[in-house]
């Protein structure tokens, strides 16, 4: 299966900064992918479809101007959470459609903003 | 709209028993289910999928589940539980119009040795 990578894998950042993620796809060219955000003890929930060129999809209570994305090549998706507020500490998961019916996750990456 | 529930936020089993993690769904159309586990800190690891054929969906580690569409359950079954099985267990469902995957809200399975 394709391998996806996440980096950071934790980071920590001051109220009022921005942060960005990045998702890359090791081995496979991927046009689209998606962001999830899982909080302590909860499930994922999708926050956006991340598409190669385009711009994002954002689901329905998420903030397209304050978790901004970036599809910028087939193997690299940039989540950015601009002026971070503690409560946007959260475990982010990338993942990819790796044809019909396959998707792979990326191993998250850990935000905690003080 | 899919949808999956987990009725049950923690199961517990010791080692050596069955275990059955519980997952029934909602959907339009053929179902695509799958379940996927986590351990603490790490990212969802893959278990097996159900799209169409046999009822009996056998994946990674032992596991499998069994697809019911009278009572449109996809419920993860192992014969045999290990300490090392107890993690974070997630049923999904995919659509298969836009490829997004919808999560449960999760299973913690604890198996007491």
């Known amino acids: 299966g394709a391998v996806v990578s996440q980096h950071p894998s934790w980071v920590i950042c001051k109220s009022g900064t921005s942060v960005k993620i990045e998702c890359r796809s090791l081995d496979f060219q991927a046009t689209t992918m998606f962001w999830y955000r899982q909080f302590p003890k909860q499930s994922l929930m999708l926050m956006a479809t991340s598409n190669e060129g385009s711009k994002a999809t954002y689901e329905q209570g998420v903030e397209k101007d304050k978790f901004l994305i970036n599809h910028a090549s087939l193997t690299l998706s940039t989540l950015t959470v601009t002026s971070a507020h503690p409560e946007d500490s959260s475990f982010y998961i990338c993942s990819l459609a790796g044809g019909p019916l396959e998707q792979y996750f990326g191993p998250g990456t850990r935000l905690t903003v003080t | 709209a899919q949808s999956v529930a987990q009725p049950e936020d923690q199961v517990n089993v010791a080692e050596g028993n069955p275990l059955t993690v519980k997952c029934t769904y909602s959907?339009?159309?053929?179902?695509?289910l799958f379940w996927y586990v986590q351990y603490p800190n790490r990212g969802l690891q893959f278990l097996l999928k159900?799209?169409?054929?046999?009822?009996l969906v056998k994946g990674s580690y032992g596991f499998e589940a069994e697809f019911n569409k009278s009572q449109t359950s996809f419920h993860l079954k192992k014969p045999s539980a290990l300490v090392s099985d107890s993690a974070l267990y997630f049923c999904a469902v995919r659509d298969p119009r836009d490829d997004k995957i919808i999560f449960g809200k999760g299973t913690r399975l604890h198996i007491l040795p």
């Open positions: 959907v339009s159309g053929n179902p695509y």
């Open positions: 159900y799209i169409t054929g046999d009822n």
